[in-house]
Structures are given as C-alpha cells and as structure tokens.
C-alpha cells in the first residue's frame, strides 16, 4: 500500500514540474460563425484562473498570458472554446451556436466522426455522466439511458456481474454478451470467478469510471460490422481519458454513504404461524378435528413428527428475525478519487489514483478496489507522435454463496431458516450446533469465499504523419494481463464442510494475457466540391493466452486452520492452458459530399482458431448511408430546423462466443483405470462448425429543432441470425448429450425512439427533459431437425425452443386456482379454457406467453439547474416479460418444506381450511413432501419501474472558489434505486433480476444514499 501511495505522489510531481514560460501580450478578434460579424461582450479568460477581459463592440479583445495558458472564449447561447496560447500572440476565434452542439464528435472505436456523418445506430454517454456515481460497475450507470440497451444484475453484492442485452437476445447457446473496446482494442469481459456457487466478480469492475471519457454504445451493423465476429451482441466502446495542454488541473472528488436492500422480499412466517399451518396439516392428513387434537397427536409421536415444537414452546416461543440478522443494515460504501492532466512543449499527461470501499447489504460480504492510471502523449517530432495508455486494479471480494439454494449462504437462511430457531444460546454464544441450517452468523465468522483481482492493461501507439499528405500510419501494441485468487473454507463444526469432510477447502488460481497488435493505415482525400473521404485500413492480430490451476481438500487437522497445506486429505487437484487466436483485416470507407449526403461502406475478413481451418475465415460486411435533409437548399427557409438526418444501415456480422476445441473429436485424460491413468470420449466434434452470422437492418430519422430545444431519433432495427451456433442433442448411442452444429435461425426486431427537450435554457435557470422508449420482438424462426424431420426442440421444466415463439419462452403446466369444495389445487390438462385436473402430472406443458426478454424498456431523464445549484433524477422502466420463483418449492409449499423443514412466506397464511373457502392462493395444507411442480403460478409479470438516480447538488460560485484560492467546488447528495414499483403483487423479489428470468438466492439490488464532494485546483 505504501508502494502504490508514494508510486502515486511520484507521478504527481512529474505532471506538476513542467515550467512556466514568459508572458506576452496576447490579442484578437472573437466573430459569429452565423454571420462572421465581431461579438462584443464576449468572456475571455485564462482557464483556472479570474484572470481575463471582454471583447469591445467590435468583438477585439487583448489580455497577457503564458504560453502555457489556455484562453476560455465563451458567451451565453455559443459554445465554450478553450485554446492554448503556445507561441501564438494572435488569436482569432470564430463561436458557433450551441444548436451545432448537437453535432458531437461520435468515437466507435476504429473511427469517430461528427453524429452528422454516423450513418449507423450509435449513442454516446460522456464521462461526467457516469463520475461518481455510487457504483462499482460502469455499466450499471447505463441503464435507462439508451434506448434498447437492457441492463441487469447476477447479483447486487457489489463487483458481481451485469448482463447486457443490446436489441434483445441474438443466440441461443453460443454467449449473447456484447464486445467491450477500450481505446480501441477490444479486451475481455464477463465473470472472472471459478466457481458458479460464490458471487460472480466482473473483469469490468476493475475500471474507475471517473477515468472515463465517453462510453459508446454500437448496435446497427453499419457501427458493429467493423469488429466482425465479434459484433453481432453489439459493442460498447471505453475512451478513456487523455491529457490536455496546459498547466496542471486537479481534481479531487470523494463520496461516503450507505446502502440497504432496494427491495425487502417477502416476509416470512412468524413461529405461530408457521406451527399453526404445521398443526392444520396434520388435520387435514389425520382426520383430526382441531388444531388442539392435532398439538397432541404430534407431541405423542415424537419419533415420527420430531420436537422442534415441544421446544420451541418450553422455551417460551421465541421468535428470530432471521431476515434482520442476516441483513448488514446501512452498509457503508465510500470512494476517493484524484487526478491531474495538463502538458506543454509536446507532452501531455493525465495521471488519476482512485480508491473504493463497499459493503454489501449483507453480513460478511465487501468489496475493495485500487485503481490507478498513467496516460501520456508525446510529439516526437512533427510528424511522430506516441501514445501510452495505461491503468491498473486491484479488487478483493469478499463474497458468499449465492449461486443456488446453498444452505451456508446467509440469504438463503433469510428464506429457509425456521423463526423458532435460535441464534443465540443462553450465555449469548452463537448457537451453531442446534439450528436445522447453519446458523449464518456462525458461518458468517468461520468460512471463507474471497477472491482476488488484478488487472492491468497497458496501450501503445505510434503514429507517422508520412510524406505523403494525409496520409498516416499507426501502429498499436496493448496488453490485457490479470491475475485472479480464489479461496474458499468451509469450517468443520457447522455448514457445508461438517461431518465425514472435517473441514473443506479450494483454492483456484488463473492467468489470462490478451495481446492486441494493429497496424492502421488512413488516407484523407478532399476533392473541389466538397468531396470528402476518409480510407482507413487496418490490420489486427489477438491472441488470448489462459492459465488456470485448482486444488481442493477436505480433513483439516484443527478449526481454524483454513490453508490446504493443513488439509489432511487432497480431493482434488488440476491444471490447464488454453489459447485462442483470432486475426483480421478491415477496411473502411467514408465519404462525404458537402455534409448534406454520407456513405459508409465496412468490409472484414476474420479468422478465428475456434473453428476448423476449412472454416475458419468469415467475411463480415456492411453499407451504410446518410441524407442530412437539413442542409439541402429547399430547407433554408425552415430556421426552426437545426437538423434533419435520414439514415440506413445493412451489413453481416458474427459470433463465434462458444467454447475452444467444439469442432474436434478430443479425448480427455483426466481419468484412471484400475490404478492406471486413462482417456474417454470428451468431445463429438464438428468439421464443419463455423461463424454464426446476424444481417441487420437499421433505419433511423435523427433531428433537432427550435434551436436545438427538442432533438431526438427515432429508429427501426431488424436482426436475423443464421447459422446459429446450437448445441443440437445427440441420440444417447453416440455416447455424448450434444454437440455444436450451425442450424436455425432467429429474429429480433423493434423500434427506438429518443428525445431531449430544453424546457427553459436560460443564464441562470434551466430545465431539461430527456428520455428513450425501444421495443424488442423476438422469435425463433428455425430449429434443427432429427432424422424424422421433426423439429429438436430444446425444453425444461419451465422454457421450451420452438419456432414460432421467443427464445426460451415460458412453456409449463398452467394453473387453475383452488377447488373450494375439497382444497385441492388444480391445473389445466391443457392449458387455459380445457379440463382441470388435481393430479399435476396429468397437467401438460403449454405456452405461458412472453419470455424472459423485456418487449419493452423505457428511461427518462430530468435535468434542472439554478445558479449554481442543480436536481438530475432517472428511471428506468422494463416490460412485457415474466419471472418465475425459482425456489417455491421450499418457501412457497403447502407441506411440510415449509412447516417442519424450512420456512414458508407470510403469503401461506392465505390459504383453503374448509369447503366453500374461494380466491385464495394456495389450497389445504397437508403433512407430505411433495415433489417439485413447476407451474404458472409462480410465474409472474416481471414489468417494473425504478428511480435509478436522483441527486441534488450546488456548484459554488465563481467568486467564492476564488476567494479560497481553487477551482472549483461542487458538492452533492446522490441516492440510487430509490423507489421500486413492482406490476405484480405476487412478485415479492427483486424484479431486476438475471438475463434468463429466475429469481434466486441472489442479494438484490442496493438501495443508496451518499454524499459526495468534487474540489479543482
């Protein structure tokens, strides 16, 4: 730590020794880009400083300045422009309106261009949107804010994993996350865990979002085309952030608060209730007359029924909140971050160290992370510049189980845990010998499950202005390394490693290096008339490089001893390396006629060592076009139209997201035979497996109007994919359950639309309402055939892959209510308006209707400000998809899961206790264990609202920063998740769950109050 400080302070120093230079006089004259007349009472001022002038009726103005300084030129309604002075004692300024400010620069990785001439469906967030936001993942602070981007959370213990989903779901088994590019080189993504029990821990996690610039979100192919195998889920573009030219800009910012559960549950059964229920099965099962006659049938039948009761009640009834001991109230979450760029003589440098410290609203659970980043640009000389981007992170994750219905993780106590057990024994000890599932506290203090996390990534570029004029040349060199630890223990005295095990132990550890080389050609040709093109040809190599070792033990010698040097007996151990390869060559066209019409045409040939090398090259294409209407001369006439941009797209992409080795016929090693190290059949094989493709189709009418007020988009998006990478099943001779095949197809379709209003733009007040609705149909529009000719289709218990219908749409059982004459529940034979039957294996699967899959996702956004103080609030909105319970059968059942094993929800207390009783949810209780019966009845509505942000602040004014001698001074409070509308009442946990539509054991999402400071020197 103290390494990583002074490493820290060094870096400082270097960027605050750069020397000033003399002053000079420095004057000029500020004119309108509208009309080119001179603008009097124009502000001019050294940035950082109160330093300045106004420019005179002329529009001339004349100050001293150093050659480091830069000049902030700016007036109300124009856009601010920031010059350094250098060796320039002349500076004339030509401000454009705010309206040409819809005109950003667009970066989409390989290329950026002015959103005038982006041809294709890109959206771009700048960095000051995502600073400070109360989060450890950046993609989080997305969510709401592009249209057809669909955010969710494995988990909320902070650092696990989001899954995104850009226009709905593209694959069916081959990966459907989308391609994240990091200054232009595409890196790795996903969960870094090795195990699927512990929390998930996101390789993005590891990146501080105040080092950002822009994130850029690609989703036509015209944008996505250009990285070819990988683009068909979209691609998220990171620019992160560079150093400017002159002196040295601090920032400091630092945010401390608390978090709880954005949403509580359900609430469970007190011990009353729970025994009266448990008192009413043994009625119902024993012909027993009362609930009296039942207490005494089951406390003279110990050796069938036990004496949970019997002692619950001689010890007075006792009730634990197990909810309450489980949840880490007001866990604390707290990050501080410090930069400074600036940069003079040809060097310019940003250098940042941040610092970040949650607790998850969960007992025993935190994250911790490092960062620090060290971006530099060096002119070597006017025709030779370097470039070196470079961050490093280290996170640690305390986590826990949640993957599934662990018995050890806390949360599943919260649900699982009878409330007539107790916590505590009576001298206060942890009662962890007497609980009927391990009492989380006890657990909580005695297992392990962390992980490590370092990651750092380093990006080098060289670039050659040639002698030929514009024409250069860039060379690009990056480096993707990590390092990740897992350690679990799990104690001998209670909990997952108790019993014959004495004690259970894992460690893994893992490797993973990611070499990017490009070498990048670009030629810019103007043309008289207004031709303009920009050729650009690019040359990629990647190679991925994976080391991975496991060991496992159980039999520790004493408590306490956690290390597998002190296991007694190994159980488990294995080591491997993985490599993949993939190359490219891109080449890109952009041409230009006078800004009124754009055309893009992208053009990729991929190879990928996935595949079999007859099969290995794809070709990846796509056109795309523009007509900024706006600028004909039939519209000059219209003034209140400030933009009016038609644009189209169509191209092919790819995915080859399965994993390595799938089209070879392998052995695998890793067995024994009498003693003896032996093979068997690992994999099928496939020759012939190869790219899975995606053709898209993007039509969008983007514009601006009155002066830029109201501005917006609206678009239409058609994806086909072909030649899916499917994992086909295999008939059971063949000795292996499936294998890869390209076959079938599937479509997504929908519509987009976006829109900003400046309901009042004024000096001192201002308000602005933004906000984006996108729809997603999908449907699955061919499928393998088996030698029959019959459809394969893919189908569980709950989900079903058939033609016809949404990618695992919900396909079970329906049911029908409660049969108030006898209690019993019912279901339909065969669906709603057929025969209803109390036998639920007589009961048939059918289409429930939707999938997991929101059809419909909505966010606003709303912006106020008022001499210096200021109100931003989001929400987002997700809809037309369905969630099922996943764990009902223990929490949810009439029978003895939720009497005398484990625990019921408050819900069963609505239930059928003689004949005539109807409308209620759940029939008579009886004392049996029944099997599983996944059903409608606990599949619900999955629409749901969420205020995602809402923060009010005040930035000081001019004059008081000044008079403390600094910058600037903002300071804030921020909550997120703040309130939760749920459609269905039924649905008790958190709506915003993962990709597939289950509800699980997972800690939901948090809900935060910080508040945060933000100081420039």
């Not at 997305?142 to 494995?154: D, F, P």
């Not at 699980?1000 to 508040?1011: R, Y």
Request: proline share 3%.
């Amino acid at each position: 730590m103290k390494k990583m400080i002074g490493l820290f302070v060094c870096l400082f120093l270097i960027g605050m020794q750069i020397v000033n230079a003399q002053s000079k006089q420095i004057s000029g004259t500020v004119t309108s880009a509208e009309d080119g007349l001179g603008m009097p009472g124009v502000s001019v001022v050294i940035k950082g400083t109160t330093i300045g002038a106004s420019t005179d009726i002329d529009g001339k103005y004349s100050l001293e300045a150093q050659a480091s300084d830069v000049l902030m030129f700016s007036f109300v309604g124009m856009i601010t422009q920031e010059i350094t002075v250098g060796d320039q004692s002349v500076i004339n300024v030509v401000l454009e309106s705010e309206s040409i400010g819809v005109d950003e620069v667009i970066v989409t990785g390989y290329t950026s261009h002015r959103k005038s001439e982006v041809t294709g469906s890109a959206v771009q967030v700048d960095g000051e949107t995502l600073a400070d936001m109360p989060v450890p993942n950046v993609e989080q602070a997305l969510q709401g804010r592009i249209a057809g981007v669909n955010i969710s959370a494995a988990s909320g213990t902070p650092g696990s994993e989001q899954k995104i989903r850009i226009r709905g779901r593209s694959s069916i088994t081959a990966g459907n996350e989308p391609l994240y590019v990091i200054d232009g080189v595409p890196v790795i993504s996903g969960s870094v865990s090795s195990s699927t029990a512990t929390s998930s821990l996101s390789a993005m996690a590891a990146l501080n979002s105040n080092d950002i610039e822009t994130i850029t979100v690609l989703k036509d192919a015209t944008a996505t085309a250009a990285y070819g195998a990988r683009g068909a889920n979209g691609v998220i573009v990171i620019t992160t952030k560079s150093g400017k030219s002159g002196k040295a800009n601090i920032n400091f910012s630092a945010t401390y608060g608390i978090s709880n559960d954005a949403v509580d549950g359900p609430t469970m059964l007190t011990g009353a209730q729970r025994e009266e229920l448990f008192y009413e099965s043994l009625m119902n099962s024993f012909d027993l007359s009362s609930q009296a006659e039942a207490r005494s049938f089951y406390e003279a039948n110990p050796s069938s029924f036990g004496t949970d009761y019997v002692s619950w009640n001689a010890a007075g009834r006792p009730e634990t909140d197990w909810a309450d001991l489980i949840t880490n109230d007001n866990a604390i979450m707290q990050e501080y971050n410090l930069s400074a760029t600036g940069g003079k003589d040809g060097i310019k440098y940003y250098v940042s160290g941040g610092y970040l410290k949650q607790e998850a609203t969960v007992i025993g659970s935190e994250l911790e992370r490092f960062t620090g980043s060290v971006n530099l640009d060096f002119d070597i000389s006017p025709k030779l510049k370097f470039s070196t981007k470079n961050s490093a992170s280290h996170m640690f994750q305390d986590g826990l189980l949640e993957g599934s219905a662990y018995f050890s993780s806390p949360r599943a106590s919260k649900f699982f845990m009878p409330s007539i057990d107790q916590a505590y024994n009576a001298d206060g000890t942890l009662n962890y010998e007497t609980t009927s599932l391990p009492n989380p506290l006890f657990i909580a203090q005695n297992d392990i499950d962390q992980q490590r996390f370092t990651r750092i990534i380093t990006n080098n570029s060289l670039t050659w202005q040639t002698p030929i004029e514009n024409l250069t040349f860039t060379t690009k060199m990056s480096i993707d390394y990590q390092v990740f630890n897992m350690k679990t223990y799990d104690n001998p005295l209670r909990g997952d490693g108790d019993g014959e095990t004495a004690g259970r132990g894992e460690v893994a550890n893992r490797n993973r290096a990611n070499y990017v080389f490009q070498n990048i050609v670009n030629y810019q040709l103007s043309l008289d008339g207004g031709h303009e093109f920009d050729f650009k040809a690019i040359q990629e190599y990647e190679e991925r490089r994976r080391y991975f070792m496991y060991a496992a033990g159980d039999n520790f010698s004493d408590v306490g001893l956690t290390n597998l040097n002190s296991a007694g007996n190994p159980t488990d151990a294995t080591a491997d390396y993985t490599d993949e390869v993939q190359a490219s060559y891109l080449g890109l066209i952009h041409y230009a006629y006078q800004g009124k019409y754009v055309a893009d045409v992208t053009y990729r040939r991929e190879g990928s060592s996935k595949f079999h090398p007859d099969h290995r090259w794809g070709n990846f294409w796509a056109i795309g076009g523009a007509w900024n209407i706006n600028r004909e001369d039939f519209m000059a006439n219209y003034d209140f139209i400030d933009m009016l941009k038609f644009r189209a797209s169509y191209g092919k992409s790819g995915n080859n997201n399965i994993d390595i080795n799938q089209y070879q016929a392998l052995l695998f090693y890793d067995s024994n035979y009498g003693g003896e190290g032996a093979s068997y059949p690992g994999t099928f094989g496939n020759n012939g497996l190869a790219w899975e493709t995606s053709y898209s189709l993007d039509l969008g009418l983007d514009f601006g109007l009155f002066n830029n007020r109201f501005s917006g988009s609206i678009g239409y998006y058609s994806r086909e994919t072909q030649d899916m990478l499917l994992r086909v099943p295999l008939s059971l001779t063949q000795g292996h359950p499936n294998r890869n095949e390209n076959i079938g197809r599937m479509e997504n379709k929908g519509w987009e639309f976006e829109f900003n209003v400046d309901v009042v733009r004024s000096n001192d007040f201002n308000v602005s309402v933004s906000g984006n609705v996108a729809t997603n149909k999908n449907e699955i529009l061919e499928l393998a055939l088996d030698t029959n000719g019959d459809e394969r289709n893919i189908t569980s218990t709950t989900t079903r892959v058939e033609t016809g219908h949404p990618v695992y749409g919900w396909y079970m059982p329906t049911w029908a209510g409660v049969d108030p004459d006898t209690g019993s529940e019912l279901w339909y034979v065969d669906g709603v308006g057929s025969e209803t039957t109390d036998n639920f294996n007589d009961a048939n699967q059918v289409w429930q209707g939707g999938s997991a899959i929101p059809e419909l996702t909505a966010g606003l956004n709303l912006h106020v400000d008022y001499k210096g103080f200021f109100l931003d609030a989001s929400a987002f909105y997700a809809g037309g998809h369905k969630i099922y319970e996943q764990w009902h059968r223990y929490t949810n059942g009439t029978d003895v899961f939720s009497t005398l094993y484990y625990q019921g929800v408050n819900t069963l207390m609505d239930r059928w206790q003689k004949p005539g009783d109807t409308g209620t949810r759940f029939g008579k209780f009886e004392y049996t264990g029944r099997p599983w019966q996944r059903h409608s009845k606990f599949l619900y509505d999955g629409d749901f609202i969420r205020l995602r942000d809402l923060s009010v602040g005040y930035d000081f004014q001019k004059n008081i920063t000044d008079a403390i001698g600094i910058g600037g001074l903002r300071v804030f409070v921020r909550g997120t998740n703040l309130l939760t509308w749920v459609k269905d009442d039924n649905l008790k946990y958190d709506p915003e769950v993962d990709t597939d539509g289950f509800t699980g054991m997972e800690t939901p999402a948090a809900k935060s109050f910080i508040f945060g400071v933000n100081v420039k020197f």
